[in-house]
């Protein structure tokens, strides 16, 4: 949620900037989900850093979300496992086919999407292959300038 640069400042530096210009705060975050070359998008918002209510963007789907929930997913979930590599599925015929049919089938989710809840599975919404992709902080001391506050 804090991002302190504080302690990697130069010596002096930190007298000459107020602490504040060295704290962030975490408004938002990126997350991809599936595989190289394939996936979907979608965010974590926090509108107001003053406040703890996140938002998640799934495309036309807004739901308010907790925190706990945001940390599940930009990191896959709870409880990464590690993949059992399938030593057919990369050289044969059938391992490729697969591959094919799971692209295509993806292709008519995009049509037929619905929220998905992953309760239960021990990873975040974006299921195992869920990862933050990029995070976006404010800087504490452009809070005011940022919500446009008369000082």
């Given at each position: 949620?804090?991002?302190?640069?504080?302690?990697?400042?130069?010596?002096?530096?930190?007298?000459?900037?107020s602490?504040?210009?060295?704290?962030?705060?975490?408004?938002?975050?990126?997350?991809?989900?599936?595989?190289?070359?394939?996936?979907?998008?979608?965010?974590?918002?926090?509108?107001?850093?003053?406040?703890?209510?996140?938002?998640?963007?799934?495309?036309?789907?807004?739901?308010?979300?907790?925190?706990?929930?945001?940390?599940?997913?930009?990191?896959?979930?709870?409880?990464?496992?590690?993949?059992?590599?399938?030593?057919?599925?990369?050289?044969?015929?059938?391992?490729?086919?697969?591959?094919?049919?799971?692209?295509?089938?993806?292709?008519?989710?995009?049509?037929?999407r619905?929220?998905?809840?992953?309760?239960g599975?021990?990873?975040?919404?974006?299921?195992?292959?869920?990862?933050?992709?990029?995070?976006?902080?404010?800087r504490?001391?452009?809070?005011?300038?940022?919500?446009?506050?008369?000082?």
């Open positions: 949620m804090e991002l302190d640069l504080t302690d990697i400042l130069e010596d002096g530096l930190l007298e000459s900037v602490e504040d210009n060295a704290i962030y705060d975490l408004q938002s975050i990126v997350v991809h989900k599936g595989e190289y070359g394939s996936g979907h998008y979608y965010s974590y918002v926090r509108p107001d850093v003053r406040d703890g209510i996140w938002y998640r963007f799934d495309d036309e789907f807004v739901t308010q979300v907790d925190y706990d929930e945001v940390v599940a997913d930009a990191s896959g979930g709870k409880h990464r496992r590690r993949r059992r590599s399938r030593s057919n599925s990369m050289g044969s015929e059938g391992g490729r086919r697969r591959g094919l049919l799971r692209r295509i089938l993806s292709l008519f989710g995009v049509f037929l619905r929220p998905r809840v992953c309760g599975c021990g990873f975040g919404y974006g299921g195992r292959t869920s990862s933050a992709y990029m995070l976006q902080y404010v504490r001391s452009d809070v005011s300038k940022l919500y446009l506050e008369q000082h």
